[in-house]
């Protein structure tokens, strides 16, 4: 998940593989985008040693900052599976089979955060950035940039009403430039922030939040539509099944989750909905 801290290791990877015994084939590469932990590679090494022999294979984990990137490796067959947005996921469904979708507060859906530097009572809301430097996630993030574009069409501000604005590659990045004042504002994930909130870090407790979007699809695990091999199956019911044993719901609560559903396309219509109403999303009104 970097989607989300999604705490980043820069631009190399991060890898988490099976060390129980002897290294075991065929090989799951799993990419995602920084998860929201501080222990991020001791957490994906437990997990890649909890999946493993369940999947009867060495499963690695491997992170980019940046959602295009990893659809690109998806794409070029580098990973088999990757945790993503739903906005890249409803954007090039076409060339996605989804796998599974997380359950956060029991449910398969997620909000988008407005935050601020705490105390700062000159922004309130949408209206008031004009003129304010604005800190995105990622040009393919729902809640980190998509969500954004909505809402701020909707008081009339255009990117060039702006001081200026940039992407921070990152939510957990979102949340320390705020805090630093490098931004005056930012776009973030709720799901985020809040675990962000739970573990105590320094970002979050200098920053507030302002609004909240509607609830959208949370950002789901896929696979390329010709990768739903045996090994992915078998990936998505062990996913499913985590819940029922005590290493996997250890797992969970680490990443501050209930668990996993298959899901549908259905879960993401909002997000569809909401991308065929920006221009240039790459999304069709429909």
Known sequence: MRRRTWMTAGAGWLAGSVTRGATLRPRLRIGLTAVILADEAAFL?????????????????????????????????????????????????????????????????????????????????????????????????????????????????????????????????VAEAVAARLADAGSIDGYVWETMRLQGMQAVAETEVIWKSQHHGFPPLVTAVNGWTPQARALQATLLAMGNDAEGRALLQALNLDGFIAGSFADFESIYRLAGSVPGSGVEAG
């Open 45 to 173: 090494a437990r997990w890649a040693a909890y999946l493993g022999p369940r999947l009867g294979g060495e499963v690695v984990f491997l992170s980019r900052d940046e959602y295009q990137r990893l659809h690109d490796m998806l794409n070029a067959g580098q990973i088999d599976a990757l945790w993503t947005c739903g906005y890249p996921y409803v954007r090039f469904r076409k060339q996605l089979h989804l796998l599974a979708v997380p359950l956060y507060h029991g449910r398969p859906t997620y909000q988008s955060y407005l935050i601020r530097h705490k105390g700062d009572a000159s922004i309130r809301g949408w209206p008031d950035l004009r003129g304010k430097v604005f800190a995105y996630s990622d040009p393919l993030s729902n809640s980190g940039w998509l969500v954004a574009q909505g809402e701020l069409a909707k008081v009339g501000i255009g990117p060039h009403d702006f001081k200026r604005s940039f992407f921070a590659h990152g939510h957990s990045h």
